[in-house]
């Protein structure tokens, strides 16, 4: 434990302008980040005698090992650079939010030269526009189903309105009437996208005009005796109201404002927001964070207003924000916003009247929230902790393993072989620290050989790390130089939400205070397979001088735990929760393993002979494919032919013509059907 006065600045050192401030570990971790108007007067604060300090701000101040900060001009700067740090260094006593789903919204891609409507989730895209969010995609697409009839705007994928395009034939919409078939020319473009904006201005609340239009043509047809026509604009008009009956009417005034209502312990929080729009309740969403700061009301609502808008740009940005207490400093927030949105952006208390009565509502929604997270938590934190213990006992732990990483080998019949690392962290996965491997050292299949490999390399990689940064000095360095890893990569398919379950101090850092990888060990290895995988891995970290970490294998034929050295496997109880998290990371592996392996052998198998030419990427191997229409055509011409490709040079039309010419000649094909040979001539393929 650091003492504050060790790093104390002079006061003299501190400007007293406004600023945003970082505390560092002694590895040089960002593990605090904030603003102040003043910097001087708020680091004097945190300098004060022990006693007299919170208890989280305590263990801050002691966990920190030097402070620095960075001036600027204006407090809705520094809401901004704090914002962006927090973000990118991850800081431990930070409060950050984790949303407790991934809401679906409406969305038009008016990106598109057809806008399309569907059911997006996820981060938000450029050119589209987006309504929500909802509860449940369910509720998107009874809403869109009911305003087709009126705006039939297109909903299919782009592979299914190519072909449509095609064959000249509409989908099943199409000739039902809920799509105006821009793929057939039904429409023109600009028809299509009318559509399309006529929709988005009925979802952002301007209803009463489309109704009223509606109405009128309806009356007009029943005059001129176009009984038929008034028929269906008669349920056309019932369709938008039904529509519009799915979100109640909640302020009368047409508003658009999102309402934010926290409910906190002295220990987490909970954050509800309700987003109204045209009066209406148009989304709704939540989230939960651990109160790792000493941090009020006011403080809470900032950060979520971060987390809400720090990436929101334009209409997104609400007119009006309605919030339970003011931040510290409400004007810059107010600035803040209202640079986001581009227009000035009302941030209030509701006193009276409906607003204050919707804000109940949702502050009611908060409270039930919070008192739902600690009922699954408190169970969930039962179970892991149980599991773990029960783990630490079968295997002679000291401690529980807070930590487990687990590898798995993956081939097929001895080709493409891999290997897979996962990590579980407090009895979750933390796909972020996932690894997967190629194994090079050797051909052909060995498990028992690959193990040895995969387990060398991941912990050559700590040792190297913990020699540069001299961290975990009390395991022994091996002697000589440390070998870089090969070809060691992460999970494309991690998340965010999935690397924030876990404790972020459990991220070892670089200098600048971002996360390196495999720099953490763990408390226990464990290997897919029995006795000859799990001496593998424990010779692999004996010749490495590694000898705190725990090993155990898991073997899928009688799930039977091995301990190294040990004649005897250590068998669980069935029922045994520390027997069902093994099996848990150890199928994960598998997965994840298993996974990889099938993608690199089918990416071999796509391979052709172009793929050894270097320098030709994608774009033009389809360039050629589509000027020569097959490679077989692609290998008849001469380079001056091939030269005129665009994007093609003679020296990269020579390196075709020589890899083309040294390919070995494909297989020919065969009918399945009558065993036929199969060959292709310039025309096309014949029998």
């Known amino acids: ?17 406004p600023g945003v401030y970082k505390f560092r570990d002694e590895h040089r971790r960002v593990i605090y980040v904030g603003k102040a108007k003043n910097l001087r007067q708020r680091l004097a604060n945190y300098f004060q005698d022990l006693a007299a300090l919170h208890p989280r701000t305590r263990t801050m101040v002691t966990t920190a090992a030097s ?10 700067e520094a809401l901004q650079l704090e914002y962006s740090w927090i973000k990118e260094f991850d800081p431990r006593f930070n409060v950050k939010y984790r949303d407790d789903k991934s809401y679906p919204y409406l969305a038009v891609t008016l990106n598109e030269e057809f806008p399309r409507v569907q059911v997006m989730r996820g981060a938000k895209k450029k050119g589209v526009r987006y309504f929500g969010p909802y509860g449940h995609a369910w509720a998107i697409r009874e809403t869109v189903d009911l305003m087709l009839r009126v705006f039939p705007v297109r909903t299919c994928s782009a592979g299914v309105f190519k072909n449509a395009a095609r064959t000249g034939r509409p989908c099943l919409l199409g000739y039902i009437g809920k799509c105006s078939a821009p793929c057939v020319g039904r429409v023109t473009p600009e028809e299509h996208r009318e ?3 006529d929709f988005c201005d009925f979802m952002a609340g301007r209803t009463g005009t489309y109704i009223r239009r509606l109405e009128k043509d309806m009356m007009a047809a029943a005059e001129e005796m176009e009984y038929e026509r008034a028929a269906r604009l008669r349920d056309d008009v019932e369709a938008l109201k039904r ?10 005034d047409a508003t ?15 954050v509800q927001i309700f987003h109204v729009r045209g009066g209406r309740v148009r989304g709704q969403r939540g989230w939960v964070t651990d109160k790792v700061e000493n941090v009020d009301t006011s403080g809470l609502v900032e950060h979520a207003l971060q987390q809400l808008y720090g990436e929101e740009t334009g209409d997104s940005v609400p007119k009006e924000v309605l919030v339970p207490a003011l931040p510290e400093h409400p004007d810059a927030v107010s600035q803040w916003l209202a640079g986001r949105r581009g227009s000035q952006v009302s941030l209030r208390i509701p006193q009276r009247g409906d607003k204050k009565d919707l804000m109940a509502t949702v502050q009611r929604n908060a409270q039930q929230a919070l008192g739902l997270h600690k009922t699954k938590r408190a169970s969930d934190l039962t179970t892991r902790s149980r599991a773990l213990e029960e783990i630490a006992e079968a295997l002679g732990l000291d401690t529980a393993p807070l930590r487990i990483e687990c590898f798995d080998i993956s081939h097929l ?12 962290e407090d009895g979750l996965a933390r796909k972020s620290e996932y690894r997967r491997f190629q194994i090079k050292g050797f051909e052909g299949q060995d498990d028992v050989r690959s193990m040895h490999e995969v387990i060398g390399r991941r912990f050559k990689r700590y040792l190297q790390e913990k020699e540069r940064t001299g961290e975990w000095e009390e395991t022994p360095a091996p002697t000589g130089p440390v070998p870089a890893p090969q070809n060691d990569t992460t999970d494309p398919g991690a998340t965010a939400s999935d690397a924030t379950a876990s404790d972020p101090d459990a991220e070892p850092r670089e200098d600048d205070g971002r996360p390196k990888r495999f720099a953490y060990p763990p408390q226990l290895v464990v290997v897919d397979g029995g006795q000859p995988q799990v001496a593998a ?16 294998g898991l073997a899928k034929r009688l799930e039977e735990v091995w301990l190294p050295d040990d004649d005897d496997p250590v068998v669980l109880p069935r029922s045994s929760e520390g027997l069902y998290l093994l099996q848990r990371v150890r199928d994960e592996a598998h997965r994840f393993a298993i996974t990889y392996q099938r993608a690199k052998r089918a990416k071999r198998i796509r391979s052709g002979p172009l793929d050894a030419v270097a320098g030709l990427g994608e774009t033009r191997k389809q360039a050629l494919i589509k000027h020569f229409g097959s490679v077989k055509k692609l290998k008849q011409a001469t380079i001056d032919e091939i030269c005129e490709v665009p994007g093609i040079g003679r020296r990269t039309a020579e390196s075709v013509a ?3 010419a040294s390919a070995a000649p494909a297989a020919p094909a065969v009918n399945t059907a009558t065993g036929e040979i199969i060959e292709e001539d310039d025309g096309g393929s014949t029998t």
């Not at 529509?243 to 009368?252: G, H, P, Y």
């Not at 891995?537 to 155990?552: P, Q, S, T, Y």
């Open 256 to 270: 658009d404002a999102d309402l934010i209502a926290v409910a906190e312990d002295e220990l987490e929080a909970a």
């Open 67 to 76: 402070v620095e900060w960075t001036v600027v001009s204006t407090e809705v």
């Open 658 to 660: 020589v890899a083309l």
């Open 243 to 252: 529509a519009m009956e799915k979100s109640a009417v909640v302020l009368a």
């Open 413 to 424: 019949q001895g080709d493409d072989v891999v290997a897979s690392m996962v990590v579980f």
């Open 195 to 197: 559509l399309a904006d």
């Open 537 to 552: 891995a424990k010779r692999a970290l004996d010749e490495l001088g590694i000898d705190d970490i725990a090993v155990c």
């Open 1 to 17: 434990m650091a003492d504050p006065s060790s790093y104390r600045p002079k006061p003299g050192q501190i400007p007293d302008s």
